[in-house]
Structures are given as structure tokens and as C-alpha cells.
């Protein structure tokens, strides 16, 4: 810090650094970039670097499916994408979020965030076109669906929730949605901006239970520091985008920007060569053993879960929390609370 103190970040700067805080590599990518083009005009003369990693993110779609993407610069950005895309491909903006969820705080992300402290001041804003269902609840989506009073086109799921207190849900949820969302034709909608990137030690979470999503939202960890973004889709859903006739229906001045793209390629370089996901796994599963056996008995601490290295330890109250975090950083350890009560100790570190 500015008096020369140093730290070690448990929460990884709120789940990007996953290949660590200035990576060798990555800040090599970035200044190589910057000295040959800091910045281009994406949509009209995209830079190679900028196919580049489009062509390494649509080769890494889960199942392999042909995959399609487009660029941003934050993971409200992301979700941004998914929304519009969705309404494109089905016609209907209605959305089944989650209760706990938490997707961006731009007008459309926001719509889908469930924390009312974000929401209440700009309720008039919002196009209140999403119902919440219970997190982890099947039937309960199903509910929301039959009583929301408009056309559902799709659902946007967390596959662990992040800001919503490193929720994890019950076994086979994502697979069963998957189902749900087959059998009353809406898209599924992955946002993994927290979870991608081997956070959870698959390089998505979603690959713990093989769920193909029509749309994967990524940002956070996707460049390791860099702010970029991706909605990555199956090329079938993302083909209902219409050819452009002059002017993007969806585009921004900083969109594919070279620096971030090179970045990202070198973040997953990183990721791949230094066997980053594999330690996520091996890593979060001995930090859970540990924190079972000495933490989870503290009377202060209700819980202890997670998945990889997302990792949440619930105190029985905020005011637990805010102690442990305060006495955390005295010590040198950068820890932060999560849930919507901010009663969780949130465990994110760099891979």
C-alpha cells in the first residue's frame, strides 16, 4: 500500500487475478500490445488480436459445441450481451433469475440482480421483465414461469454464486435446469464473469456436471487485471444477431480493445501451462478439508462451503464478519464479505 505494507489477497481483486497480480506473461502481452496498437476500431477494422481470442474463447465452449462471441469490457457488459441476444433468438424478454443472484448493475443487468439495496433507487428505470426463483429450488422455477404474467426466453444462472455468498447448489441443479429449459424452449444462460477461468477447477463451472449453456457470460478472470469481457454462445443463437447494414445494433468504442485481448490470451496461456484450473481443484479441495476441521466448530461460523477456490465461510452474523475481515487485514490478509446480509467471509485467491 501507499506506507509500504504488503499484503497477501484472499480475494484475488473480487475473483480476477486468477493467474496472479501482474503475471510475467500477462504484463508482457500487454506492453508488447500497447507499444504496437493501443487501440483500434474493433467492429470495423478488427485487429488479429482481436480475432485471436475470439477464435480461442469459441474453441473452448463447453462440449465443443460451434460457438460465437462478443467482446466487452465488464461483466455487467457480458450480461448485457446475453440479454439482447436472448431476445433476439426467441422473441421474448421475459427471464428467470435468482434469488441471491447478483449479474452487474448496468439498467439490464440490474434487472436481473436480485439485492434490493441495488434495485430501489432505480426501480422506475428497470423493465421489471424478471421473476426470482429460490436458488437450487427446480420446482420453484417452474413456479416463477406459471405466475410471472409474461413470455419466459430464458434463464440466467450463477453455477456457484459469487456476491451472493459463494452459494453452491445442490447436486445435479444445473444439469435438471439444462432439462427444464429444453423441455419449455428458453435459453440457459451461464453467467460464470466469477466462475470462469478455472476458479471452481474445471475450467467452467459448469463442466462439473456437463451442462452445455446457449450463453456463457465471462469477465473477471478472463485476462487476469485486464477489463474485457465475453458473451460466448452457440453459433445457432447467436447467428440471431442480424447483419449489420452500416451501423452495430450492439457495439462500443473500447470493444475488442488490443491491450485486453492480448491480455487474455496470455492469461489463458498461463492458465493452461501452468496447470492453473488442476490447482484450483487440488488447492480449494485441501483449503475446504482445512477449514472443516478448524474453522467450521468457531461459534461465530455457521458454514463453511465451496467449490475450487470459491470458497465462503458464513459467521452467524455481519457483525462477525466485518471483525474477522478487520482483524484479517491487520494481519496482512486482504478478506472481504459477501452474501446479502454480508455475513460471509469470501475465500477467492489468485489460482
Known amino acids: 500500500d501507499v506506507d509500504g505494507n504488503r499484503f497477501v489477497d484472499l480475494g484475488g481483486g473480487f475473483g480476477v487475478a486468477n493467474a496472479g497480480h501482474a503475471h ?26 482481436k480475432v485471436e481470442l475470439l477464435e480461442a474463447l469459441a474453441a473452448r465452449f ?27 433468438a426467441t422473441g421474448r424478454a421475459g427471464l428467470i433469475a435468482f434469488e441471491g443472484g447478483y449479474h452487474g ?30 436458488y437450487g429450488d427446480l420446482a420453484d422455477v417452474e413456479r416463477c414461469a406459471d405466475t410471472a404474467g409474461f413470455a419466459i426466453g430464458a434463464v440466467l444462472v450463477e453455477p456457484v454464486q459469487g456476491r451472493g455468498g459463494e452459494r453452491v447448489p445442490p447436486a445435479g441443479f444445473l444439469r435438471a435446469l439444462r432439462g427444464l429449459c429444453d423441455a419449455r424452449g428458453w435459453l440457459l444462460i451461464a453467467d460464470e464473469v466469477y466462475t470462469g477461468f478455472g476458479r471452481t477447477g474445471r475450467l467452467f463451472a459448469c463442466e462439473h456436471e456437463g451442462v452445455v449453456p446457449d450463453l456463457l457470460c465471462l469477465a473477471k478472470g478472463l485476462a487476469s487485471g485486464m477489463p ?57 479441495r485441501q483449503a475446504l478439508d482445512w477449514l472443516e476441521a478448524n474453522v467450521s466448530t468457531h461459534p461465530a461460523v455457521r458454514e463453511v462451503r465451496g467449490l475450487g477456490l470459491m470458497i465462503g465461510i458464513e459467521c452467524r452474523t455481519a457483525e462477525a464478519a466485518a471483525s474477522a475481515c478487520a482483524g484479517a487485514l491487520e494481519r496482512g490478509y486482504i478478506l472481504l464479505p459477501s452474501g446479502d446480509q454480508a455475513s460471509v467471509l469470501s475465500v477467492t485467491p489468485p489460482l
Open 24 to 49: 510475467p506473461a500477462v504484463a508482457a502481452a500487454v506492453a508488447s500490445q500497447a507499444s504496437q496498437l493501443m487501440h483500434a476500431m474493433g467492429d470495423v477494422h478488427p485487429p488479429r488480436v
Open 62 to 88: 463447453p462440449g465443443g459445441a460451434a460457438a460465437r462471441a462478443v467482446l466487452g469490457s465488464s461483466g455487467s457488459d457480458a450480461v448485457e450481451t446475453a440479454l439482447k441476444t436472448a431476445q433476439l
Open 105 to 134: 448493475l448496468t439498467l439490464g443487468a440490474l434487472d436481473a440482480t436480485a439485492r434490493p439495496a441495488f434495485r430501489a433507487p432505480f426501480a422506475e428505470r428497470l423493465a421489471e421483465r424478471t421473476v426470482f426463483a429460490r
Open 228 to 284: 474485457i469481457s465475453a458473451c460466448v454462445g452457440r453459433r445457432e443463437v447467436m447467428d440471431a444477431w442480424p447483419t449489420s447494414t452500416g451501423e452495430a445494433l450492439h457495439t462500443q468504442t473500447f470493444l475488442g480493445h488490443p491491450p485486453g485481448c492480448a491480455a487474455a490470451l496470455a492469461s489463458l496461456r498461463a492458465l493452461e501451462d501452468e496447470k492453473l484450473v488442476e490447482r484450483a481443484a487440488e488447492l480449494g
